[in-house]
């Protein structure tokens, strides 16, 4: 049971650059999210998805698009990378609604740097 | 005023030792409450979540939580090292679906 699983691991963009981020969840979890880690500043959300085609904007969404492509897939695409964007991108799911106590499956991450 | 605001740290506290981890919120109106693990450089794993006034036990963790006051504790008692992480606090708001979350107490367990 591989649980949520994030690509790439890594990734250096030159400013400008696109790119997308791939997450894929094998627990038919209805709720998936985007979040991204500063230092200092916790995790703040970019777009979420409480089930299959629906997705809504979060705290951060600008210069970030999503798309829920299945129940399983959610991906991240930064259209024109810039430094700002450099952060630790989590994806996470959740197999109902937060509100009744369910938690976060986390990916392992994505660690971005624009260059 | 931040929504979720955690202590940054670092905590130390000895071996053996209760470790007390706290967080406050400001929505007043907020429903859930989660505390997750965090260690260097891997992803944040939950450890436990409470929603009514009281407390909740797992284990070594216990939650805590008062409405009232708004914030939200975590004991983690017989503290070992393999407990040295950053434990990260976070709040469903008010009609929201979604988390929020605190900057993170980083906690250290000292043989």
């Known amino acids: 049971n591989a649980g949520v699983t994030q690509t790439p691991k890594f990734q250096v963009l030159k400013t400008g650059q696109s790119m997308t981020l791939q997450c894929a969840q094998d627990?038919?979890?209805?709720?998936m999210y985007w979040y991204r880690q500063d230092p200092g500043m916790g995790l703040r959300l970019i777009y979420y998805s409480a089930s299959e085609g629906t997705t809504d904007k979060g705290e951060v969404p600008n210069g970030y698009n999503v798309s829920r492509l299945n129940k399983r897939e959610f991906s991240l695409r930064l259209e024109s990378a810039a430094p700002s964007q450099t952060s630790v991108y989590f994806c996470?799911?959740?197999?109902?609604?937060?509100?009744w106590g369910y938690g976060y499956t986390f990916g392992s991450g994505t660690r971005l740097t624009v260059v | 005023q931040k929504e979720v605001e955690q202590n940054s740290g670092p905590l130390s506290v000895p071996e053996g030792a209760i470790a007390s981890l706290n967080c406050t919120y400001s929505d007043r109106g907020s429903q859930s409450f989660f505390w997750y693990r965090q260690y260097s450089g891997k992803s944040p794993e939950l450890i436990m979540s409470?929603?009514?006034?009281g407390d909740k036990e797992d284990g070594r963790f216990t939650a805590q939580l008062n409405k009232a006051s708004q914030y939200v504790s975590l004991l983690i008692r017989d503290s070992q090292p393999s407990d040295s992480a950053t434990y990260l606090c976070?709040?469903?708001?008010?009609?929201?679906?979604?988390?929020?979350f605190g900057a993170g107490t980083r906690l250290t367990v000292k043989p």
């Open positions: 627990m038919n979890h209805n709720s």
């Open positions: 409470i929603y009514s006034n």
């Open positions: 976070a709040v469903i708001p008010y009609n929201n679906n979604d988390m929020r």
């Open positions: 996470a799911s959740s197999e109902g609604v937060v509100t």
